[in-house]
């Protein structure tokens, strides 16, 4: 284990389901980000939280809903998604100052049916 | 607007071999860069960070350089193993708490 944990690690949903992906770490960081990696592409960053605060929003579909609650938790609600979202979903922490190095989840591997 | 290549984009070696990847950014002015493993399927392990104001960082078998003027940083693994098959990807960050920029990554293939 990294720290940094995300559950599920597999799901499969049809496309007018509603289910959320959680992440959480306990290494004190104060910065947690959500990545989508499809095959053959680069990592894309999706959404940055630092001091729980959302800083980016990297041009996502409304129908990806990210949640902080507080600094150790991150959530990544989905709802009516569609195939070309099947992707694996990766978690990040980092802190927003120091050496910042980045520290991810083993993500969830998402399928939409 | 930052962009990272890494070159090659597959590698393949016979056990014993030392490993060569490397990593270009467009912009210089980067808070650090952070080597990556991954595995099939797999989260990212983080290898080695550098600071912008550091040449270089080791670990093990691993050495990671950074040339921030010419954009460019190199990951040497030395005597290469089976285990060590994976994919390698090279991340720049432009401040802390920060977003990375990935590379697409070098597939290794060491063949024993």
């Known amino acids: 284990e990294t720290g940094v944990t995300q559950t599920p690690r597999h799901l499969v949903m049809g496309m007018t389901n509603k289910k959320s992906l959680k992440c959480e770490q306990h290494l004190g960081h104060n910065a947690m980000y959500w990545y989508k990696q499809s095959a053959k592409k680069p990592l894309e960053l999706m959404f940055v939280?630092?001091?729980?605060?959302?800083?980016e929003n990297n041009s996502v579909p409304s129908r990806f809903s990210p949640e902080c609650p507080n600094s150790s938790h991150l959530f990544l609600h989905l709802h009516t998604l569609q195939p070309e979202d099947s992707a694996l979903y990766l978690c990040?922490?980092?802190?927003?100052?120091?050496?910042?190095?980045?520290?991810f989840g083993s993500g969830t591997r998402l399928t939409v049916v | 607007k930052q962009e990272v290549t890494q070159i090659p984009a597959a590698l393949s070696v016979p056990e014993g071999e030392n490993l060569v990847l490397n990593c270009s950014f467009t912009d210089s002015a980067i808070y650090n860069l952070q080597w990556f493993r991954q595995d099939p399927g797999k989260g990212l392990t983080s290898l080695l960070l550098?600071?912008?104001?550091?040449r270089e960082q080791t670990s093990g078998r691993l050495n990671a350089s950074l040339d921030k003027s010419s954009g460019r940083s190199t990951l040497y693994i030395a005597a290469s193993q089976p285990g060590d098959s994976a994919t390698y990807l090279c991340?720049?960050?432009?401040?802390?708490?920060?977003?990375?920029?990935f590379g697409g990554g070098t597939r290794v293939l060491v063949k024993p």
């Open positions: 550098i600071q912008s104001s550091q």
């Open positions: 991340a720049v960050g432009k401040a802390a708490g920060n977003k990375l920029t």
């Open positions: 939280y630092s001091l729980e605060e959302r800083v």
């Open positions: 990040a922490s980092s802190q927003n100052e120091g050496t910042a190095s980045y520290t």
